[in-house]
């Protein structure tokens, strides 16, 4: 799924309406319309406090086209309108005086704060007063109506996105936002949804298909790509019947010292859980037993170093390296590193130590192979591109820094994100209870895994980033976010495959 910014949502909608032959208001209608269905599905006209605030743009127009749908029901909806200006769109005035046909009363007028309304815990809030076409920050009245309403104990809808939010532009962090519990969005997720500052506004989300012109959102190039089931599905590889082992790959692990031979045990076990046909771990002497006795699928390979790695004199042939998790950064450890990474022509995977010596050794990174996977934390990969202001800034310096080292780039997060040069792609699976220790270590393993199974760089990105989630939100379905740890995720990697192509419960009744 596209994500699109503002400014091409605009040009969606005036190619639809150019393209359908209809009016900017028939597309309004057709909006409020799809949003008044899915609420309607849930209250089923119950008789509940209903509060509409509305802008006096083309927000506020889709809130009262939605305000007179209800009523036509019998919704108790009373409609306020933010009476900031004197400029109101023609959609708005065209849906001002619909309303009439159906209320006993014109909507209230907001000019204070002396006007706002009491809101009680029953009552539902819809907000449509401001949408994508903000560009600045609220202040006055206007700033304090969304702090009045933050505090409110009522639940809050956001029409197509949160008052006060931007749809692809950084905020100040004391800039007057609305907090929604569940936002209904127009055609396609705006950025800002996903990312840490802003995405705590929007709550639960919906994205409502209205209908914009399909050559138009075919064409454009998006500011980003929602990695969902759907694109997941597209981008596995099926397995041939008449294979073997050596058609699926060979991954070497090039992780683990003293104390840290977990992270070896969990990148290893996660390439083999995601379908690797051979697995080769490259360690410290002490952890050949630890190894062998936790992963006997899984071969070794010893360093001289007895507490951590301080040589590589191997040459292995056609093998993904997976390099960097719980290694450590002594000195023999980086020549080591920097000789097994100087070996490699293929894509390999880099995380954790590995990344924290790339960034104190910086020459290293143009001795990776290119459309190499680098999976930093923010931590580390703050080591690598420096400070940022925001999370637009960051993406692009991560941008710059791909495109300068023709490096992959998965960011890990709540909404983990993947960089190709400009090409950015955001993951739409996992849960709070990943946030644990050798999470990251089982995600670089499940990317080596799919790497050498032959999926290409981009796609073994991607498709790993998705699943590892999935594992884990699957896995949260029987131990809970709290009762989560690596190896579990780790574990859920084949059911979570699996799930990927059975009929979530949602299609399952419907076919009933």
Known sequence: MKILSAQQLAEADQSTISKQHISSNDLMERAATHVFERIHQR???????????????????????????MMEQGYQVTVYVTNCSKKRSPDFLVNYNRIKEVAKDWPILLSCKDDFPKITPQDIVIDAIFGTGI?????????????????????????DLPSGLYANTAHQTDDAILKA???????????SFFLPETGSYVGSFEV?????????LMEVAPLAELIDREAAQNRYKPREKFTYKGDYGHVLTFAGSKGKMGAAVLCAGAA???????????????????????LPEVMTLQSDGNDFITDFNHNLKETVLCIGPGIGTEKDTVAAFAKAIQQQTSPIVVDADGIVILAQYPELLKTLPKDSILTPHDGELNLLIGDWNNSYERLEKVKEFSDKYHLIMVLKG?????????????NDTGNPGMATAGSGDVLSGVVASFLAQGYDPITAA???????????????????????????I?????????????????????QQ
């Open 43 to 69: 209250l089923n006209a119950a008789p509940v406090p209903v509060k509409i605030f509305c802008g006096i743009g083309d927000n506020g127009g889709d809130g009262l086209a939605i305000a007179r749908l």
């Open 135 to 159: 560009n600045r920050a609220l202040d006055g009245w206007m700033a304090d109506l969304i702090h009045y309403l933050n505090d409110s104990k009522a639940f809050k809808v956001a029409i």
């Open 181 to 191: 519990d569940h936002t209904f969005t127009f055609q396609t997720p705006k950025l």
């Open 208 to 216: 409502i298909n209205i209908g914009l012109d399909p050559e138009y």
């Open 272 to 294: 083999i859980n995601s379908g690797a046909g051979k697995v080769t771990a490259y360690l410290p002497k002490e952890g050949n037993n630890i190894l062998q006795t936790s």
């Open 414 to 426: 709540a909404h983990t994100q993947i960089i190709s040069g400009s090409d950015i792609f955001i």
């Open 462 to 488: 991607i498709f790993s980033v998705y699943i590892h989630g999935a594992s884990g939100d699957l896995a949260a379905q029987t131990y809970a976010h709290e009762g989560l740890k690596a190896s579990v």
């Open 490 to 510: 780790s574990n859920f990697i084949g059911p979570s495959i699996l799930q990927l192509f059975r009929n979530p419960p949602e299609e399952q009744q419907s």
